[in-house]
């Protein structure tokens, strides 16, 4: 699981937007399992890549209808839905704890249960790559715990490669494996959560003084803020 953190601005969310190919990189190519994404239709990079944006527009559909849509690049326009696509999507709400709210009208639904019911879509799609922008904004405290805890599970228990953007150096630091930091567009170091969440490194890109603790509690780094830069 990768963390991706830095500045607003630094090009976190277009990073996701290149893998996913809704933006062309102007140089480079993005690659899973040898293939060039940029070689494939929209339906192709579908079944490989599921995505969790930060903001989804509601519409007056029930929760199954909404992760039913996560099989769209799976069903064939002529024969329609099949049982199989039915199961998978009952075990894609059942995997994320959604299977009591499948007859719930979407727009009705709190902040941690709709997140619960997009990352359920996006299993749907049966990806080998996740990704989600953001996927605490605007939630509270525990449901964004809530969140986390669902995605580091799913990641395990799925074998994904999961690709997280957040703002939040602690929530980063807790559940993901390496971090890579960005700035100014560009990649300012990766690696592992000790390597690149160091005050040295924070200071020089978010221009902030801190301190780096290890939480035995949690066993992960915390980041205390101190003072602005200058």
Same mark, same amino acid.
């Given at each position: 699981?990768?963390?991706?953190?830095?500045?607003?601005?630094?090009?976190?969310?277009?990073?996701?937007?290149?893998?996913?190919?809704?933006?062309?990189?102007?140089?480079?190519?993005?690659?899973?399992?040898?293939?060039?994404?940029?070689?494939?239709?929209?339906?192709e990079?579908?079944?490989?890549?599921?995505?969790?944006?930060?903001?989804?527009?509601?519409?007056p559909?029930?929760?199954?209808?909404?992760?039913?849509?996560?099989?769209?690049?799976?069903?064939?326009?002529?024969?329609?839905?099949?049982?199989?696509?039915?199961?998978?999507?009952?075990?894609?709400?059942?995997?994320?704890?959604?299977?009591?709210l499948?007859?719930?009208a979407?727009?009705?639904?709190?902040?941690?249960e709709?997140?619960?019911?997009?990352?359920?879509?996006?299993?749907?799609?049966?990806?080998?790559? =996740? &990704?989600l922008?953001?996927?605490?904004?605007?939630?509270? /405290?525990?449901?964004?715990? !809530? +969140? #986390?805890?669902?995605? %580091?599970?799913?990641?395990?228990?799925?074998?994904?490669?999961?690709?997280?953007?957040?703002h939040?150096?602690?929530?980063?630091?807790?559940?993901?494996?390496? =971090? &890579?930091?960005?700035?100014?567009?560009?990649?300012?170091? /990766?690696?592992?959560?000790? !390597? +690149? #969440?160091?005050?040295? %490194?924070?200071?020089?890109?978010?221009?902030?003084?801190?301190?780096?603790?290890?939480?035995?509690?949690?066993?992960?780094?915390?980041?205390?803020?101190?003072?602005?830069?200058?």
């Amino acid at each position: 699981m990768l963390g991706v953190i830095g500045p607003n601005g630094s090009g976190k969310t277009t990073l996701l937007r290149c893998i996913n190919q809704t933006l062309k990189p102007k140089t480079g190519t993005v690659l899973i399992d040898g293939q060039e994404l940029s070689r494939l239709d929209r339906t192709e990079i579908a079944k490989k890549i599921g995505v969790v944006p930060q903001r989804f527009t509601t519409f007056p559909f029930t929760v199954f209808d909404v992760v039913l849509m996560g099989r769209f690049p799976h069903i064939d326009a002529l024969s329609g839905e099949s049982p199989h696509d039915f199961d998978i999507v009952k075990n894609a709400m059942a995997m994320t704890g959604t299977l009591h709210l499948c007859e719930r009208a979407i727009d009705e639904l709190s902040g941690g249960e709709l997140q619960r019911v997009i990352i359920a879509r996006a299993l749907a799609q049966e990806p080998e790559v =996740l &990704l989600l922008d953001e996927p605490t904004l605007h939630l509270d /405290v525990n449901h964004q715990l !809530e +969140v #986390l805890e669902l995605v %580091k599970r799913i990641t395990k228990e799925k074998g994904l490669i999961t690709v997280l953007v957040s703002h939040d150096l602690n929530l980063a630091a807790r559940y993901c494996d390496r =971090l &890579l930091l960005l700035s100014a567009g560009r990649v300012h170091s /990766v690696g592992e959560v000790r !390597e +690149v #969440l160091t005050p040295e %490194k924070i200071r020089e890109v978010f221009h902030v003084e801190v301190d780096v603790i290890y939480n035995e509690r949690t066993q992960s780094y915390n980041v205390i803020l101190v003072s602005p830069v200058g």
